[in-house]
């Protein structure tokens, strides 16, 4: 049997590839990139790449149907959020050349949002946490103070479909109702319906099951054990246990409901306070633990494609327990995260373990009914791709997408800017940059100006070049001190430096300290913790090569005062001729300014100079502040030499 598996790079897709493959089917892996995890697999008959249908939805199944049709496919196997959701959306149209084992694009869409999930667990009575439904912005001023917190910002999809692309959505956290509704004003509008749901502290559980026109003829228990990032994502390491009961019952009455047909996986929190299972989400596809399922003797990707060609109609419950399964790269990012990031930025639950017990526990490589995920040595190249792969990954910190742009950039509605808006896009679009960070001088403006200003910064954008408005403010009481509010719309008129500061985040900007070194180094007090950013480095006061070591060391104070301040490089630019290579490289899509204002407050960014490259959060150590130090009486000296010499030229030519 010919069958084709999407999503060649995701752990499902290669423990899809092994099990159907081991049996003597012949599987076609795709993937937006060659070789992929999957098809690097001893058991891999033809991999090959697709387009990307995260951003052209249109020419992936364009071109799937042409691959199905080319290799003879019998059945088309799905993998992620995106690929299921495309291919069940056009069901009819593939299932003219190949089965589709999945339900329908309905029903899957509808168990893919979890806003109505919820509610409709709600009216089945299935347990679900104390949850508030938001609709739109609108409802975020009649939030109450009596919600308890800290509350998990949960959208109703972690994929939405817009202008035949997706766009990926995020969970977050709120620790008081001021940052709550902060969070939710600098949502993207594609991040609603969302909702406010009570943080359940216990461990997770997942049932997972196949169903046949409505009927389970398959199902599975499992518990995490460590999951990536800590606070709760992706499993690293996982066990089979018995069926919770509860939990099995709460998913199958939902998908009973349903009429299901295929696989699915219920989502479930065991509550600490009640050991009540609270429905978290379901899953309409393959689950990233698929393996664990089918080291215990629950093959889903067999039991699947034999009821998609009706055969047999067994029942399979019976299943090992106790069998562990670990992703070893998962579980060393988690391990570095809990290295690297404290408590508070990590959002961890109450009773997580500490830094050393994490570190004993991670090296524990061997145990009884332990299985490696990837790693495998009956089939060993897959392992060695996703070691290739991390190790790239983490060089590029490339996540989905990365995009290069300026930041510091004046045009010539500054009154000392030569370059046009237009000239400043053209400039981008030449050099392959994605974005401006505008800062015009506030001394210049007046609401009429600026209602101009950012019309024209809308009129300029493009599909390849985003232009952000900011301005620059200045301050009778702090003369030489500079604040940036990059990201807003609306003109500030004060010279109140906190009533500016409150007002760059209200319109859902950032509000950032520009070169530090020109002000002495001197941040007012009143206004630590509710900046959002320091130009650590300026290459027009500091150098393109590096910053100076009294703006490291001053980042480094005001952390200890706002753990959530990021570290930014900005040109100070007031025409195109001054451009000094430091750029902002973004690891984040974004199809509009809110998208790209909330990645670089999350700090989904690092800074690149001609030299050496700044993380958006870095930890500044003595070591650092000396080597900047060091590195800066050496440019000077370059400096004067260059000087010397340029003077000495001069002499001899006259």
Not at 415 to 434: A, I, P, Q
Not at 587 to 609: H, R
């Amino acid at each position: 049997m010919n069958i084709l598996v999407t999503d060649g790079n995701t752990r499902p897709a290669l423990a899809i590839v092994r099990s159907l493959g081991s049996k003597g089917n012949k599987l076609f892996v795709g993937e937006t990139t060659e070789p992929s995890l999957a098809s690097s697999s001893r058991y891999c008959f033809e991999g090959f790449m697709y387009p990307d249908p995260f951003k052209d939805t249109d020419r992936f199944l364009d071109f799937l149907i042409q691959v199905i049709q080319e290799y003879a496919i019998d059945i088309v196997l799905p993998v992620t959020d995106v690929t299921t959701l495309s291919v069940t959306a056009n069901k009819k149209e593939i299932e003219r050349f190949c089965s589709v084992p999945f339900a329908d694009s309905e029903t899957t869409g509808f168990l893919s949002n979890k806003f109505k999930v919820l509610q409709f667990a709600q009216k089945l009575n299935i347990p679900i946490p104390k949850t508030i439904f938001i609709l739109d912005k609108i409802q975020i001023n009649s939030l109450s103070k009596d919600l308890t917190f800290p509350v998990v910002i949960k959208p109703a999809r972690s994929r939405v479909y817009s202008d035949n692309k997706w766009i990926s959505t995020d969970v977050s956290y709120a620790d008081n109702l001021e940052e709550l509704k902060n969070v939710l004003k600098n949502r993207s509008e594609t991040d609603f319906p969302l909702m406010l749901q009570e943080r359940i502290v216990g461990p997770g559980i997942g049932i997972f099951v196949c169903y046949k026109r409505g009927k389970c003829i398959a199902h599975f228990c499992h518990r995490r054990l460590r999951e990536k990032p800590p606070s709760g994502g992706v499993s690293v390491l996982s066990e089979s246990i018995p069926v919770v009961p509860l939990a099995k019952e709460y998913t199958e009455k939902l998908l009973n409901r349903l009429n299901w047909h295929g696989v699915a996986m219920g989502e479930f929190k065991l509550d600490e306070q009640d050991n009540i299972p609270k429905l978290m989400e379901v899953n309409s596809r393959f689950w990233g633990s698929l393996q664990l399922a089918i080291s215990s003797g629950i093959d889903f990707p067999s039991i699947l494609v034999n009821m998609s060609e009706n055969k047999g109609d067994n029942k399979i419950f019976d299943y090992k327990t106790s069998v562990r399964n670990r992703w070893f790269w998962g579980d060393f990012d988690r391990l570095c995260m809990l290295l690297l990031k404290n408590k508070n930025e990590l959002n961890l639950p109450p009773g997580h373990k500490g830094r050393i017990m994490s570190i004993l526990d991670f090296f524990k490589i061997s145990g009884k009914g332990l299985h490696y995920e990837v790693l495998s040595f009956n089939d060993i190249k897959p392992w060695f791709c996703e070691t290739l792969q991390w190790f790239k990954k983490k060089d590029s910190k490339a996540i989905y997408d990365k995009t290069e742009g300026l930041f510091h950039v004046h045009s010539n509605y500054s009154n000392d800017g030569k370059s046009s808006v237009t000239e400043l896009v053209r400039f981008c679009e030449d050099k392959g940059y994605g974005f401006i960070l505008m800062t015009e001088h506030s001394d210049d403006f007046n609401e009429l100006k600026m209602r101009s200003y950012v019309e024209e910064c809308k009129r300029s954008s493009n599909e390849r070049v985003l232009v952000i408005p900011g301005l620059e403010f200045s301050f009778s009481e702090y003369p030489n001190l500079h604040l940036l509010g990059v990201g807003i719309n609306e003109y500030i008129d004060s010279q109140n430096i906190t009533a500016v500061v409150e007002g760059i985040r209200r319109q859902g900007g950032l509000a950032i300290i520009a070169h530090p070194s020109r002000n002495n180094h001197f941040v007012p007090a009143e206004i630590i913790d509710k900046i959002d950013g320091l130009e650590m480095w300026n290459a027009a006061y500091d150098s393109r090569y590096l910053p100076r070591y009294k703006s490291a060391r001053l980042y480094k104070n005001l952390r200890k005062k706002n753990n959530s301040l990021i570290a930014l490089g900005g040109l100070d630019m007031h025409m195109i001729n001054n451009f000094k290579d430091l750029t902002i490289t973004v690891y984040s899509k974004y199809t509009n300014s809110k998208d790209l204002i909330t990645a670089l407050k999350k700090g989904q960014f690092n800074t690149k100079g001609k030299i050496i490259k700044l993380k958006s959060k870095l930890k500044i150590g003595c070591l650092s502040q000396c080597v900047l130090f060091m590195g800066h009486i050496l440019l000077d000296i370059a400096d004067y030499i260059y000087w010397a010499i340029f003077r000495l030229k001069k002499v001899f030519q006259n």
